[in-house]
Every structure is written in structure tokens, then in C-alpha cells.
């Protein structure tokens, strides 16, 4: 369940965006062609409007396709036939992975992590 923020509305000043605790340590699945779901798991928030989503697998740090297969991570709405833009990315996205870009595969003992604000 995502967390609940409360803001108080003062005149001048804008909201502040958290990083969410959410989508950490998430195993992957063992991958062997491009396009292939990264883990099971989903993103769980919405990230903030135009706001970016850096991944890291095992601590490295992964490029993210924007709208494009042309990284080693893509996000998409449809099960992984469309790459999300990174401005697009919405809470039930799955994770995609491109081996041929990565040039290795995914396996259970790797975890990827998502850092972005909500």
C-alpha cells in the first residue's frame, strides 16, 4: 500500500517530492531474449510528473529506455510490446530487460532496484 503524504498548503511554496521506500530488492527472473519481463514484480507508485527513474541491478546502475528498447531496462503499460517514455512510467508497469544491449541475462539470485519520487 503506497504511503499517504500530507501537505499543508503555504502560499508561495511548492510541493516537495519523496523518494519512495517501495520497489527495492526485487528478484529478477532468469532472462534469455530481449524483451523478456526483468521480475514479476511491478512498479507499486506513480512516479512524479516528468520526474526520472534511475535502476540499478546488484548496485549498478542500468540505462532506462525512454520510450525505446534501446537500453538495458524499459518500462511498458502493455506487457512489454510498447516501451513506456520515462515521463509515462505509472504505478502496474512492468520491467523489461534487453540482453543484447545489457550483453548478459538476468538470473534469480540478481536484484534490480528503482529509485524515483513520488
Known amino acids: ?6 501537505f499543508h498548503a ?4 511548492a510541493l516537495i517530492a519523496v523518494p519512495t521506500k517501495h520497489d527495492k530488492d526485487l528478484v529478477c527472473k ?8 526483468a521480475t514479476d514484480s511491478v512498479v507499486t507508485n506513480t512516479p512524479v510528473d516528468g520526474g526520472y ?3 540499478d ?4 546502475i542500468v540505462g532506462v529506455g525512454d520510450g525505446a ?3 538495458e531496462i524499459y518500462f511498458s503499460g502493455d506487457g512489454g510490446t510498447t516501451a513506456r517514455a520515462v515521463e509515462d512510467i505509472a504505478a502496474g508497469d ?6 543484447s544491449v545489457a550483453g548478459y541475462d538476468l538470473d534469480t539470485t540478481d536484484r534490480l532496484n528503482l529509485h524515483y519520487d513520488i
Open 69 to 71: 528498447k534501446d537500453k
Open 53 to 55: 527513474v534511475m535502476v
Open 57 to 60: 541491478v546488484n548496485g549498478n
Open 10 to 13: 503555504y502560499p508561495g511554496l
Open 94 to 99: 512492468t520491467i523489461h530487460w534487453m540482453r
Open 1 to 6: 500500500m503506497p504511503a499517504v503524504l500530507h
Open 30 to 37: 532468469v532472462t534469455a531474449l530481449d524483451g523478456d519481463k
